[in-house]
């Protein structure tokens, strides 16, 4: 963890300060930080310590092992509603926007260095956040088409906004990999890196912004935030609602049950 001192070191999340700078490591290497309650828990209770702490200016976000983030963890399961599928919609307002939200409303740029793949809500989380930087092997993924289901996490807002209606929609219905150099080239970040100098670059990045005018920052945000990203709300909600149209399809069923068998899945497009 570079020389930043472990502030606390949640179940999930390490929290960690430099300074005037924080740094968020998702930390669970063994499921390449997949996303899940737990993680959503500990995640809020980083972003609202650093929120609190005025002596904190800026803010790194960046995976543990060889991943950044691979996305919700679908062994975990979801619960059912009424009807017995799977309640995406609950679990998207409760566990996911809540965390995108308040990186997008934190009056402190936040940084994201992706290290490894950044897949489907793992993809949001990283392009919610104000600067990116990502290493050359990583990636940028929004795998949802592969398992019949549609983006979410405010990827549909956060990736036309970053590289335009052509590219998101490729992501979106082709479901391929957007490489480091790529993602670059499509204006999804701001900059990449060998992979071995990634965390270096992104602590100069953040403890230079740690000791800049913090309030015009926030300022910054509060008007980009308005003009880009002032539907992200009701963005949400329709991604949820969409989502849960989705939970009640076999395509959705079989995709992921390919996903855990590790095969093919066999769409039928109903």
């Not at 960690?16 to 490591?25: C, L």
């Not at 740690?210 to 008007?223: E, F, I, L, N």
């Amino acid at each position: 963890m570079s020389d930043y001192e472990l502030v606390h070191a949640y179940e999930t999340v390490n929290l960690a300060r430099k300074d005037g700078a924080a740094r968020i490591e998702l930390n669970r290497p063994e499921k390449m930080n997949a996303w899940e309650a737990t993680l959503t828990r500990d995640l809020r209770a980083a972003l609202d310590a650093v929120a609190g702490d005025e002596e904190l200016r800026a803010v790194l976000l960046t995976g543990a092992g060889r991943g950044f983030c691979s996305g919700a963890d679908l062994s975990a399961g979801f619960d059912p509603t009424p009807a017995g599928h799977p309640d995406l919609q609950t679990s998207l307002r409760e566990r996911y926007h809540p965390v995108i939200t308040a990186i997008r409303e934190l009056p402190k740029p936040v940084v994201a260095a992706v290290n490894g793949g950044a897949v489907g809500v793992g993809c949001s989380l990283a392009l919610a956040c104000d600067l990116i930087l990502a290493a050359e092997s990583a990636y940028f993924l929004l795998a949802f088409v592969n398992i019949g289901l549609v983006p979410d996490g405010g990827s549909s807002a956060f990736i036309p906004a970053r590289a335009g209606l052509t590219r998101a929609l490729e992501m979106a219905l082709l479901g391929e990999r957007v490489h480091g150099p790529k993602a670059l080239e499509w204006g999804l970040v701001n900059a990449v890196h060998p992979d071995d100098e990634l965390a270096g670059a992104a602590d100069a990045l953040v403890a230079r912004l740690a000791v800049g005018p913090t309030r015009s920052y926030a300022g910054a945000k509060r008007q980009l935030n308005a003009w880009v990203y002032g539907r992200l709300a009701e963005q949400l909600e329709l991604e949820a609602a969409i989502q849960q149209e989705q939970a009640r399809t076999r395509d959705f069923v079989e995709g992921v049950t390919a996903f855990l068998q590790k095969r093919p899945a066999a769409f039928e497009g109903r």
